[in-house]
């Protein structure tokens, strides 16, 4: 079955060790290596995810040694984002208008739930992709937000 994990800041914080926001990074190093291995893989990066990372490691003041550290291993996964190399691959960076305004929508409904801008575009993304692989007639297709935010755990499509 081909999986697709949409990846949440959390889990990427996690993975890139990043000081004073992650609590097993081993953990999900492993998880990530686990999963990367499987033939039909596929890791999403949402844009807000993009965005929030890079600033949880521009404001690491206090280690410099880990700020660096934990840059260039997210510029190594940059990379491969940017080059498509396996599992990582672009998807949802492409909003016009009417997207924005869908969000913004959604964002109005959801603003006391404790579920951000940043959040809500990932959910954003994640419903596009699910819908244009109903609509495209997949089957065996595993869709997931990965994610440790209690309100986004969950999200979970089999097709």
């Not at 290596?33 to 995810?49: G, L, R, Y």
């Not at 660096?68 to 996964?77: A, G, N, P, Q």
């Not at 080059?83 to 009417?98: E, H, I, L, Q, V």
């Not at 913004?104 to 006391?112: D, P």
Request: net charge negative; charged share 25%.
């Amino acid at each position: 079955m081909k999986e697709t994990r949409f990846i949440d800041t959390s889990i990427l914080l996690e993975i890139l060790e990043v000081p004073d926001k992650c609590e097993d990074p081993k953990k999900y190093q492993k998880e990530f290596a686990d999963f990367t291995t499987q033939s039909q893989a596929n890791v999403i990066m949402p844009i807000s995810v993009l965005v929030e990372t890079g600033n949880h490691i521009n404001h690491i003041k206090s280690n410099p040694q880990a700020k660096e550290t934990s840059t260039k291993r997210f510029l190594e996964i940059l990379k491969l984002f940017i080059n498509s190399a396996n599992p990582w691959f672009f998807y949802g960076y492409d909003f016009n208008a009417d997207d924005i305004e869908r969000v913004i929508e959604k964002y109005q409904e959801l603003r006391y739930t404790g579920t951000g801008i940043g959040d809500i575009f990932i959910l954003d993304s994640y419903n596009e992709y699910v819908s244009k692989l109903k609509d495209g007639g997949n089957q065996n297709h595993k869709i997931v937000i990965w994610t440790l935010d209690k309100h986004l755990q969950g999200y979970c499509e089999i097709l």
